[in-house]
Nanobody, 123 residues
Framework: QVQLVESGGGLVQPGESLRLSCAASGFTLDYYVIGWFRQAPGKEREGLSCSSSSAGSIYYADSVKGRFTISRDDAKNTVYLQMNSLTPEDTAVYYC????????????????WGQGTQVTVSS
């Protein structure tokens, strides 16, 4: 059974950091493109970052470029999103997703999704 499980969310103060994890089971992550998305209340889902091992490509949305870093540990079948300098505007539910095709900030190519993890940035 293919499954993605996010973890690492929580409540932090502005300027602090969090590292989200996306653990895969039922398939091998290094053959897939992995994307991170978020959705805040009343807003559309936003593509933040993606990583393709086969193509050697990494993408970051302008909203997180320079603050967020995506990385993979293929031995652990896990992808991470390191988030630094968090602001209240980063408050959202964060999702990881997987697909076999190409790095994209559009949600439609992604076949598998995790359940999401809440990130709240507040003083």
């Amino acid at each position: 059974q293919v499954q993605l499980v996010e973890s690492g969310g929580g409540l932090v103060q502005p300027g602090e950091s969090l590292r989200l994890s996306c653990a895969a089971s039922g398939f091998t992550l290094d053959y897939y493109v992995i994307g991170w998305f978020r959705q805040a209340p009343g807003k559309e889902r936003e593509g933040l970052s993606c990583s393709s091992s086969s193509a050697g490509s990494i993408y970051y949305a302008d909203s997180v470029k320079g603050r967020f870093t995506i990385s993979r540990d293929d031995a652990k079948n896990t992808v991470y999103l390191q988030m630094n300098s968090l602001t209240p505007e980063d408050t959202a539910v964060y999702y990881c997703a997987a697909q076999k095709y190409y790095c994209s900030d559009d949600a439609s190519p992604y076949d598998y999704w995790g359940q999401g993890t809440q990130v709240t940035v507040s003083s």
